[in-house]
């Protein structure tokens, strides 16, 4: 009996004779070389890329290219947005307290008891001032919705407030002068301190789920989430939802906003 196997080998499928190991170290090194030149070109690319984006002209606090392409994802979230969508809604079992993440516009002592909410009446420009009683007056809001953060993680939040278009329908100082249904373009939050401030469309603002909230989980906001009042809006991510509202103006012209101006998109919805 041979030693050698049964099986013949198919005419015109020979094995390929073995190559000395001496050429196949030459040839792994030879890809190697390759593959490191092919790295190394396509890192100088990738830096001399970014070197031409950040000598780029700024709009809005970041390079041009950069902004018009966040301008751009904002278009795509507009076009998306609809007053009819809803944010998911889930049990109140689930509900949990989120972190406290930033604290800027928060830093200085405030009386809950003498805080007061200024609104810029967007025809006359006077500004009318309301307690938190004058919020809580309003038909209360609820909902267990998610909180997203645009650092990549959610949590489920039950809130508790008024609506923004509410708050409009009974204080109507959005309304341009002489056409009171007809409403400014944008609205503007800030902190009493103004250091931190957002900006929302009015379709955003009058969303049925845009909320000025005073409560979390059931209790009263604390100074860390926002008390005595903050803006909750879920189709937004977190970096919308200012804590402790100050003031509110409207517009037509598209309002500052902090994170915008550090390189993320004015329009922040998901």
Known sequence: MSDESSTP????????????????????????????????????????????LISQPKESGVAGPLRRVLDANGRLSGAYFKETRLAPEFAR????????????????????????LRVQDFATGNTQEFTLDDIKALPKTSMTT??????????????????????????????RAGAAETLASYVGLRTPDDAYYVGLDMPSALHPQTLLCYEMNDQPLTAGHGAPLRLVTPLKYGTKHLKRIGTIAFSD?????????????WDSGH
């Not at 792994?28 to 070109?41: C, E, K, M, P, T």
């Not at 039950?158 to 923004?164: D, E, N, P």
Request: glycine fraction near 12%; include cysteine; aromatic fraction near 10%.
């Open 146 to 175: 998610e909180l997203k953060c645009i650092e990549g993680w959610s949590i489920v939040v039950h809130w508790g407030g008024a609506r923004l278009s509410d708050f409009l329908a009974r204080y109507p100082l959005a309304a």
């Open 253 to 265: 012209t598209r309002p500052d906003d902090y994170w915008a101006e550090k390189g993320y998109d």
């Open 9 to 52: 080998n198919p005419v015109g499928h020979q094995p390929a004779p073995l190559q000395p190991e001496a050429a196949v170290l030459a040839e792994a090194r030879q890809r190697s070389r390759r593959a490191f030149i092919g790295l190394g070109l396509a890192g100088l690319a990738g830096l001399g890329g970014w070197s031409w």
């Open 93 to 116: 079992s689930r509900a949990r307290a989120p972190r406290i993440n930033g604290k800027v516009g928060l830093k200085s002592e405030l009386n809950p008891v003498t805080w007061r």
